[in-house]
């Protein structure tokens, strides 16, 4: 291996969210000799990120608690001052939030580029000699041309000669799936470096190679790099759909899912990874990325490409809703005034994280049929609930109405149906007998992970529906 004479000693990650806050805390325990400022403009998030109390990190991950106590404050910093940070810094991770637009040209499609473009500005202003700006956040294909022109626009003004600056722009997507944030950073699949210049992806790979190995490093092109990164998210997603869809047929033909997702997954081409059915993909990505990249193909006229990729997520919302139909149906056609507890409220297990999470949709749904929901999830804060459901639900008049609850069991009294939304382990293991004595009578436990002990529950008098085997 050729000796890279670039060596990075500071890194500043911008952006304290999901992304850069596990992969910084990982970079930092695999690179001691590294400092690491991850900076945020959010005081409250960086205050909770520094907290001697590890279970209120902003972000929970298995794992995560513990490298950060080993890190924080020796070579980990968590930080408000981005100005200073990106001075210190030769490597500098924008890791910022890039949500579908709300509003303007490419509404509901495209990505919202103000918080990259903010950050980018704040680097050309304050970063000295030479610097590598790393995209880690997804994007949309070509965002690095943006960053590189904000970049060199900043090289023509006055201070260039004082602060002797020069940069380099790579794309370097995170592949980490949340839940499994520790584990996929610290044994990943592979490591994509997208750029032009040899010495600064060099510089870059020599970082990861403290534990990971070469061959796992891809270096490809800048726009291979992004459109690799969106194509990678459509892929999976479009599984997801697939096997969702799936799922439907399987109810209407007497065919169990789970049987069938085995048979198909046994086939090494296909693979048995990302089949299992339910509610719905969620999550800041998916959603997110399929419409970056139906975006980016009617932008260069391939309506048919487009229209193909929408189908993944029509069928998604889809999915959702059919959901939301069914528990209605089983409950005699109506569930206006009748108490439903809801079982998981995260996107998926192991994380706090809710961003388009089926239960949104499904839960706003029933609220407007008038139910009265009482959500349990181990992790999601009741306020980020409140959040969720007060933007979704337009029907705040209605007689329906919502809670929290600390318990499955505070959740289940009086209630007509449970309905099991996200994959928690524990939600394997919950004892149906106690919990169906406490039930309205005759009561429903809806599956829409397939997870439930489902032969505890039906012996305990509940009826069980689950997805892709019961219709
Ligand atoms: C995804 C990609 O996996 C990751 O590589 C990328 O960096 C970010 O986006 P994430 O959104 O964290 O990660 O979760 P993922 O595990 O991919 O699950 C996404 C959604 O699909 C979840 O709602 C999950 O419950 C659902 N899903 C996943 C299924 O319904 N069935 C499956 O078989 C797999
Ligand atoms: P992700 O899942 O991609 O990590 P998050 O929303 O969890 O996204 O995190 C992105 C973080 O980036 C947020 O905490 C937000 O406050 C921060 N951020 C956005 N713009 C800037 C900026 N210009 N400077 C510093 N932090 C920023």
């Given at each position: 291996?050729?000796?890279?004479?670039?060596?990075?000693?500071?890194?500043?990650?911008?952006?304290?969210?999901?992304?850069?806050?596990?992969?910084?805390?990982?970079?930092?325990?695999?690179?001691?000799?590294?400092?690491?400022?991850?900076?945020?403009?959010?005081?409250?998030?960086?205050?909770?990120?520094?907290?001697?109390?590890?279970?209120?990190?902003?972000?929970?991950?298995?794992?995560?608690?513990?490298?950060?106590?080993?890190?924080?404050?020796?070579?980990?910093?968590?930080?408000?001052?981005?100005?200073?940070?990106?001075?210190?810094?030769?490597?500098?991770?924008?890791?910022?939030?890039?949500?579908?637009?709300?509003?303007?040209?490419?509404?509901?499609?495209?990505?919202?580029?103000?918080?990259?473009?903010?950050?980018?500005?704040?680097?050309?202003?304050?970063?000295?000699?030479?610097?590598?700006?790393?995209?880690?956040?997804?994007?949309?294909?070509?965002?690095?041309?943006?960053?590189?022109?904000?970049?060199?626009?900043?090289?023509?003004?006055?201070?260039?000669?004082?602060?002797?600056?020069?940069?380099?722009?790579?794309?370097?997507?995170?592949?980490?799936?949340?839940?499994?944030?520790?584990?996929?950073?610290?044994?990943?699949?592979?490591?994509?470096?997208?750029?032009?210049?040899?010495?600064?992806?060099?510089?870059?790979?020599?970082?990861?190679?403290?534990?990971?190995?070469?061959?796992?490093?891809?270096?490809?092109?800048?726009?291979?790099?992004?459109?690799?990164?969106?194509?990678?998210?459509?892929?999976?997603?479009?599984?997801?759909?697939?096997?969702?869809?799936?799922?439907?047929?399987?109810?209407?033909?007497?065919?169990?899912?789970?049987?069938?997702?085995?048979?198909?997954?046994?086939?090494?081409?296909?693979?048995?990874?990302?089949?299992?059915?339910?509610?719905?993909?969620?999550?800041?990505?998916?959603?997110?990325?399929?419409?970056?990249?139906?975006?980016?193909?009617?932008?260069?006229?391939?309506?048919?490409?487009?229209?193909?990729?929408?189908?993944?997520?029509?069928?998604?919302?889809?999915?959702?809703?059919?959901?939301?139909?069914?528990?209605?149906?089983?409950?005699?056609?109506?569930?206006?005034?009748?108490k439903i507890a809801?079982?998981?409220?995260?996107?998926?297990?192991?994380?706090?994280?809710?961003?388009?999470?089926?239960?949104?949709?499904?839960?706003?749904?029933?609220?407007?049929?008038?139910?009265?929901?009482w959500?349990?999830?181990?992790?999601?804060?009741?306020?980020?609930?409140?959040?969720?459901?007060?933007?979704?639900?337009?029907?705040?008049?209605?007689?329906?109405?919502?809670?929290?609850?600390?318990?499955?069991?505070?959740?289940a009294i009086d209630s007509d149906a449970i309905?099991?939304?996200?994959?928690?382990?524990?939600?394997?293991?919950?004892?149906?007998?106690?919990?169906?004595?406490?039930m309205r009578?005759?009561?429903?436990?809806?599956?829409?992970?397939?997870?439930?002990?489902?032969?505890?529950?039906?012996?305990?008098?509940?009826?069980?529906?689950?997805?892709?085997?019961?219709?």
């Amino acid at each position: 291996m050729k000796e890279n004479k670039f060596k990075v000693k500071t890194i500043c990650c911008i952006g304290a969210g999901y992304v850069g806050g596990p992969t910084m805390a990982v970079i930092a325990s695999k690179c001691p000799n590294i400092k690491i400022y991850v900076v945020d403009l959010n005081d409250e998030r960086i205050a909770r990120w520094n907290s001697n109390d590890l279970s209120d990190l902003p972000v929970f991950e298995p794992g995560l608690d513990k490298i950060v106590s080993q890190c924080r404050d020796k070579n980990l910093f968590f930080s408000t001052d981005v100005n200073n940070s990106i001075k210190e810094a030769d490597m500098i991770f924008l890791s910022v939030n890039t949500p579908t637009k709300a509003k303007g040209i490419g509404a509901g499609q495209a990505s919202d580029l103000k918080w990259i473009e903010a950050s980018a500005r704040q680097v050309a202003e304050f970063a000295e000699g030479k610097t590598i700006v790393v995209e880690k956040s997804t994007l949309p294909v070509r965002t690095a041309e943006t960053i590189k022109q904000i970049l060199s626009s900043s090289r023509k003004n006055s201070n260039e000669e004082q602060h002797n600056q020069e940069f380099s722009v790579l794309s370097n997507p995170e592949f980490l799936a949340e839940g499994t944030a520790i584990k996929d950073l610290q044994n990943p699949d592979r490591i994509l470096i997208g750029g032009e210049d040899e010495s600064s992806i060099e510089a870059l790979a020599e970082i990861y190679q403290n534990w990971i190995k070469d061959e796992k490093i891809i270096r490809t092109n800048l726009w291979s790099s992004e459109l690799s990164k969106l194509t990678a998210n459509a892929f999976l997603a479009q599984r997801v759909s697939s096997i969702n869809s799936i799922a439907a047929l399987c109810e209407a033909t007497g065919a169990n899912v789970n049987e069938v997702s085995n048979a198909i997954g046994r086939d090494s081409r296909i693979g048995n990874k990302f089949l299992k059915a339910g509610p719905g993909f969620g999550g800041s990505c998916f959603k997110k990325d399929i419409l970056n990249l139906i975006y980016l193909c009617k932008f260069y006229g391939l309506q048919e490409v487009a229209d193909y990729w929408e189908g993944v997520l029509k069928i998604n919302t889809w999915t959702q809703n059919r959901i939301s139909k069914a528990i209605v149906q089983k409950l005699f056609g109506t569930v206006s005034g009748k108490k439903i507890a809801i079982l998981g409220f995260a996107f998926k297990a192991d994380t706090n994280d809710t961003r388009e999470s089926s239960a949104i949709s499904i839960c706003s749904n029933l609220i407007e049929e008038g139910a009265n929901l009482w959500i349990y999830d181990p992790k999601v804060n009741p306020k980020q609930i409140e959040l969720d459901l007060n933007i979704q639900s337009s029907c705040k008049e209605s007689i329906s109405s919502w809670n929290t609850s600390d318990s499955i069991i505070e959740a289940a009294i009086d209630s007509d149906a449970i309905v099991v939304l996200t994959d928690w382990e524990q939600f394997k293991y919950v004892n149906w007998e106690e919990v169906s004595s406490v039930m309205r009578s005759p009561s429903w436990l809806i599956d829409t992970r397939n997870i439930v002990n489902h032969e505890n529950a039906i012996s305990s008098g509940l009826r069980v529906w689950r997805i892709g085997i019961d219709n």
